[in-house]
């Protein structure tokens, strides 16, 4: 029998990092529809009211106080009897900062509990931004104790100085555990969520709701996907990914303790939300940045053409505008697949030929490049002149240009900089080649939930049988130069996502010479990498926030076995003095 009841409301929103008005409206909003569920208390993000995850701007004295004063005046508004707000925000108390959750109840702030285990690997970096806080109690809310873990706070990673935060909780008497996140997609990351969850149930024997924000920023793309487990580990409620959602979930106190049963949305997997990823991502990069819309160049071959379907599911037809730009090598089945894609996807599109510009660049420079042979220069001279007129028409109209190299042609360099690296955003930049392909057949299968464009078949097939090719000279093809995409892209993910030696690639079956290529091309472009523009992550390390190399940087491994340690040449007594220095 029912003794007690007990209504949550999860706001999965998607707040803009540095908009503290409009977080503060968002969650009002929630609130709302919470008054209207009768819920006792409505709960937020991680860091909600900043925008997660603010990096250096958290550090602005003037930041801190306007979120402070917004968390106030929310705070004020409670009074009116209406459900309390559990709400992240960053909070300054004693001279230290801190990645804080506060409770707003009958007018006031009635409690703040602070993250205290701070994560410090991937894309993460708030050791240098936040203190760490002590673990604390549950917060009191409409007679219930709520325990608050905040992200990291639930992850246990077997370390001295990892805080048991979960333990401390259920050792206070905690009843529910709601966990607010700013945890970023990543594939699979679903399934680890939740192991995570299973396991700290298990541990304390308390259900756990698990609440994590949506959207897109910069680089990052969180998905969502909200859930809530039961004591007992069945699944109480699944919320949709990728999208904006507010629900109450009714919570019944029985003689086990709290149960709940609320809805279970199915969720996407592998490819299909890899795919909804990216257009989440170009949709908020382009929305929170204030473009009225993007442009892209239109080769024909199968990255624009993804990069393309993408625009259009994440901001319609009506505000994407494809341009194709021919040279001489353009082949004339590239031309009409290049329109015949434009008009699968209804976009703006014009052909602008390119052959009186790099004539002009050409008889330009004839005189210093007298008696010199043609080579790379001449084919980078036409994606520069493609990159320049792309520009030229984004400066004009306004539109971002996106760019549309793959994960496979970053890696070894296989772009031109200032040519067809020019762009504001890139929503394929962490996709291998191999992936693009998928991606774009399965695009011409299924339409996901949310997207713009139209159904069916909106990529040609023949750009996807076709080989691979940047069309800069007589019958090119990307394999004339680089190993079959199914190899490259097989040793780049043991080279970047797992960083493993190349003697063990070899090992597993690999050619010696293709994976000393390989790796010297990841590493000389580097610099390449450094000037790409930004784009979604999608796999466990992506260029940029996951892998930070150096530019400058002499050391290549060799493909030898690796030397085993010699402890002996190891005194004694050096670890001891060096921890007694450093004390």
């Known amino acids: 029998m029912t003794e007690y009841e007990f209504r949550l409301t999860l706001a999965q929103l998607n707040p803009s990092v540095g908009d503290i008005e409009g977080n503060a409206a968002k969650a009002r909003a929630a609130r709302e529809k919470a008054r209207a569920d009768l819920a006792d208390v409505v709960v ?9 995850p603010p990096e250096d701007l958290v550090l602005k004295p003037a930041f801190q106080a306007a979120c402070r004063a917004a968390i106030e005046q929310l705070a004020r508004e409670t009074a009116d009897g209406g459900p309390a707000m559990l709400i992240g925000t960053p909070w300054v108390e004693e001279g230290k900062l801190f990645n804080a959750c506060a409770l707003l109840d009958q007018g006031r702030i009635a409690a703040l509990r602070f993250k205290a285990n701070l994560p410090n690997y991937g894309v993460f970096d708030e050791k240098r931004l936040f203190a760490r806080g002590v673990p604390s109690g549950p917060v009191t809310i409409s007679g219930v104790r709520i325990g608050v873990p905040i992200c990291e706070d639930i992850w246990l990673e077997e370390s001295e100085d990892y805080e ?52 897109g920023q910069d680089e990052l793309v969180f998905d969502g996907a909200s859930f809530a487990l039961n004591g007992d580990l069945t699944v109480a409620a699944q919320l949709p990914a990728f999208e904006e959602h507010v629900t109450t979930l009714l919570w019944q106190r029985c003689r086990g303790g709290w149960h709940c049963s609320g809805p279970i949305v199915e969720q996407p ?7 909804a ?66 008009g699968h996807l209804g976009i703006r599109y014009e052909v602008l030929p390119i052959a009186e510009a790099v004539s002009g660049f050409e008889t330009i420079l004839s005189g210093i490049f007298k008696n010199l042979p043609l080579d790379i220069t001449e084919e980078n001279l036409q994606a520069r002149t493609r990159g320049t007129l792309l520009m030229a028409i984004s400066n004009k109209t306004g539109l971002m240009v996106v760019t549309t190299g793959n994960k496979s042609e970053m890696s070894v360099g296989y772009a031109t900089l200032y040519g067809d690296m020019n762009g504001g955003f890139n929503p394929i930049k962490d996709i291998y080649k191999t992936q693009v392909f998928r991606l774009a057949a399965l695009r011409n299968a299924w339409k996901p939930a949310g997207a713009l464009g139209p159904a069916g078949e909106v990529i040609p097939p023949d ?16 394999q004339d130069s680089l190993p079959p995409y199914d190899v490259l892209d097989a040793i780049l993910e043991r080279l970047v996502e797992r960083e493993e030696p190349l003697e063990a690639i070899i090992a597993a079956g690999f050619y010696r010479d293709t994976v000393t290529r390989i790796d010297h091309l990841l590493n000389v472009a580097e610099y390449k990498r450094r000037q790409a523009a930004p784009g979604v992550k999608v796999t466990r390390k992506n260029f940029g926030r996951d892998r930070r190399y150096p530019i400058t940087n002499r050391f290549r491994d060799e493909g030898k076995p690796l030397p085993a340690p010699d402890e002996t040449l190891v005194s004694r007594g050096s670890r001891a003095s060096i921890d007694a220095f450093e004390g």
Request: hydrophobic letters at 45%; a negative charge; proline letters at 6%.
């Open 269 to 275: 997997d592998g490819d299909k939300a890899d795919y």
């Open 164 to 215: 048991n935060v979960v333990e401390t909780l259920a050792e206070t008497g905690a009843e529910i555990l709601v966990v607010p996140n700013g945890s970023p997609y990543g594939r699979d990351k679903g399934d680890l969520r939740l192991s995570v969850a299973v396991a700290r149930i298990t541990e304390s024997g308390l259900p756990l709701v698990y609440l994590n924000e949506v959207g």
């Open 463 to 478: 750009i996807i049988a076709r080989p691979p090719t940047a069309e800069l000279r007589e019958n090119q093809t990307d």
């Open 277 to 342: 990823a990216c257009v989440l991502g170009l949709r908020d990069y382009v929305a929170k940045n204030g473009f009225p819309g993007v442009l892209l160049g239109i080769s024909g071959g199968i990255d624009s053409a993804l990069c393309a379907a993408i625009a259009v599911d994440a901001l319609g037809a009506d505000q994407v505008h494809g341009v194709m730009l021919p040279y001489r090598y353009t082949a004339p089945h590239s031309i009409a697949d290049a329109g015949e894609l434009a």
């Open 44 to 52: 937020f993000p991680e860091l909600f009211i900043a925008g997660y």
